[in-house]
């Protein structure tokens, strides 16, 4: 059981260098104490989930590219989000009424081998 996820939850990508807002826009039924709570469609990049600054995959084509050209030397490229699906709902018998809502145990696989976890909610009350 976790905290719910409202809007400006902080969420960290292992290969990104600075944790990112999560934006989830409003619903008409699902607010938090702190905003609108994610569900497990929410996770467009650059909407709902913000670059991490750089990222020093390889998988990812700009890093691959910039480190091919440093003969080698890893030299981390933009960090552009790519879910590889949906998040992943740590409790999905807690609907709302766009499917599971998230909250700080959920986690998003990166197309380029992160996987994006939630560090900090936005609100410290509610939990599911």
Known sequence: MGLGLCSTALAQCPFGVAPAPLTFLPSPTVFGTAGPLGHIADCIP??????FG????????ATAALT???????TPGPCIPTPAGTWIPAAPNILCDMGPMLNTEA???CAYGGVIKPIMPAQFTVMY
């Open 107 to 109: 986690m998003l696989i």
């Open 68 to 74: 091919a050209a440093a003969l080698g030397i890893l």
């Open 46 to 51: 650059f909407v709902n989930i913000t670059p």
């Open 54 to 61: 750089v990222c020093s995959s390889l998988l990812n084509p």
